[in-house]
């Protein structure tokens, strides 16, 4: 049992300076910073993994696992991180997640270093085991972070700190392609873990000096079972969403698994309920969720990064598939999405101050969907222009639901629960893109399926079906086997891109439907004077 210690409660809105911090817009600099260097691993570890391959002579399930290890950390650890933030200290909680996810970048750096040195260890498990503890230590990080904010900023001054937020996400996953790029073809693959060292310190720096934490009234513990039960259905849930694509929708596996997510999320709601009604303080609170906001704003989150996500994971493959571009030319295909994220979030967090959130978020949903439209009519052989208006309009139309949902779920919270309730936004987010890649994947390979055939015209009666089946996992990627004739790789390319096109007119209609949930909403507003754990 881990208790927080009683103290008086932060002081009054009145001033800007609260009790995160003595200038929210510098406590605002020093929390990005750390954020920065999650975000920019999100965007260079794609870059960075043919380099991983060919150094490490990693195998396709390796790298994979690259991506899903840390995945499945982050989704499953967030909520009770956010907790832990809570109990312990938002403050303390950043710092030891900035520390540790700075460690971990170094020491993946050093992967091949290590394995000499731990008996049994390759280099690629190595990295797989550092990617595990630098999702951990992101998860810490994260939620802390929101939390944070929501403590420094006075009421109406939250949307504009949001909106800021998004503009330094935007700045960071905008440049994370292109310094990833550079690193990698001028360096080393090694060199895009280094670089979060010196951001690291910068932010534990800056975090140690500028930095205030709020402070507790109330004796808090942490509810245990909560946490195997939340972080065992989360597991099952993630893994499930990573492997089913692999193992097939109705397989015994992916039904068993799911069956397992069904029973301990049970298990957990029931514990929950259990420990409010004896008085005890669980993990996440299940009156949380009766502010409808809250609640509404949760799926407002997990069904755009599913829509987002999901699309956008086929993009890469389309740039350096189809159009054979270097990684470092993909992304700045992509450049006006993040780029334009830098001048729509703020323009965001403006909007949502003076519109509110029902309209603003309701019309950045439909942009978006517009965007997603434009996005299906790519042709094959889409400019930079062509690719680029639709990437800039999604850029002004994803900006007001990021930055208004993160404000509903954070801002509509108790400020005992900031942590958990940043917790919760970060866990839609993970578990809408995983499932959005997962499921949007399956209709792509369906479409795939459907159409090569047709693409290869009289030839494809003269394809064995085990070659054909190979076609069609490699339309997937919008590759074509080598050796192959050039009539077979137009066909590759011309099924990926009705593949493409599909998901995303089924991204399309998830935002337009999305849209009637803003509705619901009411705008975030900070409730002072409440206790805050604190350890």
Known sequence: MANAKAVDAPPSPGSVKTGAGGNPWLVLLAVSLGVIMVMLDGTVVGIANPSIQL??????????????????????????????GDLFGHKRVFLIGVGGFALSSVGIGFSAELADVIPGVTPVGALIGLRVLQGLF??????????????????????????????????????????????????????????????????????????????????????????????????????????????????????????????????????????????????????????????IGTVLMMMVAFAMF???????????????????????????????????????????????????????????????????????????????????????????????????IVGNAPAGLTGVAGGVQQSAMQVGGALGTAVLGAVMAAQISATLPGHLGPAAQGIPAAQLAGLEKAAAFGTAPPGLGQPIVDAVHNSFMDGMSVAFLVSTGIAVLTAALTLFVKAGRKTEGQPVHMG
């Open 310 to 408: 999901g699309a956008m994971f086929f993009l890469g493959f389309f740039f350096q598939g189809v159009h054979g571009l270097s990684p470092l030319e993909a992304g700045l295909r992509m450049l006006p999405m993040s780029a334009g994220m830098i001048f729509a979030s703020p323009l965001a967090g403006m909007a949502l101050g003076r519109f509110g959130p029902k309209i603003t978020m309701a019309a950045g949903l439909l942009v978006t969907a517009f965007s997603m439209f434009l996005m299906s009519r790519l042709s094959i052989d889409a400019s930079f222009i062509e690719s680029g208006i639709p990437f800039l309009l999604l850029a002004f139309g994803m900006s007001p639901v990021f930055v208004g949902a993160t404000e509903i």
């Open 55 to 84: 150094d490490l002579k990693a195998l396709l399930s390796d790298l994979q696992w690259v991506t899903s290890g840390y995945l499945l950390a982050l989704a499953v650890f967030l909520i009770t991180a956010g907790k832990l």
């Open 138 to 295: 992101g998860a810490l990080l994260q939620p802390a972070a929101l939390a944070l904010l929501r403590s420094a900023f006075p009421g109406e001054k939250l949307n504009q700190a949001m909106g800021a937020w998004g503009a330094i996400i935007g700045l960071s996953s905008a440049a994370g392609p292109i310094v990833g790029g550079v690193l990698v073809e001028q360096a080393s693959w090694q060199t895009v873990f280094f670089i979060n060292a010196p951001v690291g310190v910068v932010a534990l720096i800056m975090g140690i000096l500028l930095i205030k934490d709020s402070r507790a009234q109330t004796m808090a513990r942490i509810d245990w079972l909560g946490v195997l039960l939340l972080s065992g259905a989360m597991f099952a849930l993630v893994w499930t969403i990573i492997k089913a694509p692999e193992w097939g929708w109705g397989d015994s596996t992916t039904l068993t698994f799911v069956a397992g997510f069904a029973v301990l999320i049970g298990a957990f709601i029931f514990w929950q309920s259990r420990a409010e009604k004896l008085g005890r303080q669980p993990l996440v609170p299940l009156s949380l969720f009766r502010n409808v906001s809250i609640s």
